[in-house]
């Protein structure tokens, strides 16, 4: 440890290779499967639920686009941080590092956001005979909500605001949808955490340091993962969750 | 080689170049995902750029293209199992 | 280097509870959890002795019908969750690195941390007797019967929890055993002159971290579902039940090589020391390994062939079942190839590695049977299938167990167990287990489901579920033989020289036991059973003392995270803010340990 050059990181191991690394990537190869049991399930879920609200009811593709881009740069930052420890710029480490913590948490922001839009979500249907919103949920609204949106209008207003939110219990499309967002947002929060961790630990004198990069090296993994995780949900859960087609 | 781990990675530049990349790959995304005239075509056409996206984060972010073959061995079994399984589930489901 | 204001001295403890407590030598962890493992494995054996006295004749009222299905549930997750996996796990632990010529594994915190973590998840299991009742679906489960709709006690949350819990102890050692055999092996070890026992766990680590998540969701979907009110296994939400038995399978089938392939690794080992032959066809042998461990997940669907899937998906599911014994039958071959011409020994781990290679073959043609869609529709459920699980689980996982506990016993205890009586307790093993199992093809082909707490005596299935509970009672008493002959010996036994069985594999060239650092120095490898090949030229060398080793240092984090579990394990069942409190403990336990070097500088 006490070599100055920070570009050798040979181990005294039989590949050479360090131990914790050859774990991370271990971990990130199971990991995988993990998301990939959320991701089925979602899959063959979809267009299954007995009642509304779908996905075309919900998303925003234009908000969720930022956060997208938000994680994305958050991925950016993170490698500028690392590469400003591996040249020994512990001050651009830490300018890096906190955006990269920041953005993480603004993307959680816009998760938070997200899942409470959803859960208080409304529409608006108007109250004229054989209004083509209400025709076109009829199949999606239960029967509580047939009967506020029919008791509304029976008071005389043109235009009914009907409940129609969202919560993991409400149908399968929000369990599934729920259950795989939270527990990405839930890697997401570990990954803030750990990068925080690593933020404040460089204020102690050489407990982050350019030969010491492999603690950063493996925090960075785990967040470059988290994000390609998302680039596969927006595409999948989001994208093609609103295109009617698929 | 493997003791050069770190200094064949590439430069900030790249890194910041990959980003912009990825920038405009999502872009495109979205644009391509108002263009309702693609039909079907769409969903392929996603697919490809988000896996572009996918491959350019690992490769160049997670440095995957410059490390041993071992990383690349552990992590590709888990996603290609993953991708494997994803896709039996959906034909057993007969989601397509 | 030392401010971390969770610091705490590092344990000093030559002996004692402590000791044990505080332990990251794999040896020791390997003791403790073939201990743990083996005292799992008579509860569960005592469970299956209730189960078989009920069945004993037609109409029986000794056990009623919620303690029979609550008996099946935990006899099946106890054998194969907390009796052979952490048998395995085990060996393992004791035998990997001394293969491999290293002293220790890559993560020996993380390695007490799974051990302390097993046991966390078997308590929690054990536990719900006591609170409750226990989990009475079945060791797989099935969706919708989980369901608080249909299962309102707590049994099956103390089973999803205790799985979970059990999932994070089983994929940390195999994370360690995967690092510890690419990058802890000595110079020279290289995968092809890697012993098979440790080839076989390579594979099994592989399979578990990558069916492991797959369980883990279906098990945390299935939480939500009790715990949260949420619809993924809700039929009038539109769920589907069948995706349960999808995941459980994905992972339930990769998970059977996950306890088999351990065993084979086990005789692979065994058959070549007392035949005084290398292990014919090596290359082959590791080679069928590799291709079950990938086939292993191409064939789940076979547990599911009366489910309806349709003739497309099972058919290729049953032509997939039946290419995968291939590979599996080459090994077969192989093992008989080693003993032929062989100038065999024929002493105790040998009879248990010829008792597995007859009975597994057993198992493995019944299991070749119900490959065939067509046929498996007219076993499915019945005792055919209890026959069949239990040839290879019980005739090949443990059988080839029991014969590693007695090949390795000199070098784990540093003493010899008693031949005479080891064979005597073999045979009395060997014929109960016929006698108990066998007539099981019988009453399954004779359409008895299993189950079932009792039966009319108009089905004619009295005799021969009579003669299996006999053979219950016989292998009660050829396992008293075992304890009695393994504790006796281990106090008393006369002491074993390094090398006993004039074996071949690297753990066998240290002192018995081995000492805490394993090898004074770290060999270099230069043959395949490096270590007979080196006594064959006569180039062994006195064992030189070398003063310079650093052994990583004791440690009490990896037990209060996983005391943290127990505790948050519980919580999450009966408390939240007990939930809370133990996932506190378990931050701490592991912020402190990542905070805390391995070894402190000097
Ligand atoms: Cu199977």
Redesign the interface.
Known sequence: MSEPNNHSTHEDTTTGLNHRKLLMWAFLGSDCMFFASLIATYLVYKGKSVTGPDPIDLFSIPVTSVSTFVLLMSSMSMVLAYAALTKGSLKGFRVWMLSTAIMGMTFLGFQVFEFRDFTVNEVKISCEENSPKYIELESKLSSKQKSDYKKQCADGIEEAHVEFGMTPRTNLFGTTFFVLTGFHGAHVTLGVIWLLSLFFYSFKRGAVSAERHLDVDLAALYWHFVDIVWIVIFTVVYLFGVYEGF | M??????N?P??KT??L??LI??VL?AI??GI?YITSL??W??PI??I??IG??AL??M???HLKYE?K??TI??????L??????FA??I??R?F | MTSFPLQISRPIHPTGIWNWITTIDHKKIGILYGVSAFILFIIGGIEAMLMRAQLASSNLKIIDPELYNQLFTMHGTTMIFLAIMPMGAAFFNYLIPLQIGARDVAFPRLNAFSYWTFLAGAIILNASWFLGGAPNAGWFGYAPITGKAYNVGHGIDFWIISLQVLGIASLAAAFNFIVTIINMRAPGMTFSRLPVFTWMSFITAILLVLAFPVITVALIELQFDRFYGTNFFITSAGGNPILWQHLFWVFGHPEVYILILPAMGIVSEILPTFSKKPLFGYPVVILSGIIIGFMGWMVWSHHMFTVGLGPVANSVFALTTMAIAIPTGVKIFNWLGTLWKGSLTLNTPMLYAIGFILTFTIGGISGVMHSQAASDAQQQDTYFIVAHIHYVLFGGSLIAILGGIYYWFPKFTGRMYDEKMGKLGFYAFFIAMQITFFPMHFTGLNGMPRRIYTYGSEYGWDFWNLISTIGVLLLAISMVIFIYNIVSSWIGGEKASGDPWDARTLEWSISSPPPEYNFAVIPTIEYRDDWWEKKMLGKTSEEITSDDVHLPQPSYWPFIASLGLLIAGFGIILSIPVAILGASITMIGVYAWSFEPVNDPH
Not at chain 2, 81 to 86: C, D, I, K, N
């Open positions: 493997i003791n050069e781990e770190t200094s990675h430069t900030p890194y910041v990959t980003a990825l920038s999502t995304e979205v995902f039909g079907y769409m969903i996603l697919a750029l988000s996206k996918f984060v690992v160049v972010y997670m041993t071992l990383f552990l992590f590709l079994s888990g996603l199992l993953a991708t494997a399984v994803v589930l959906m057993l489901f989601s």
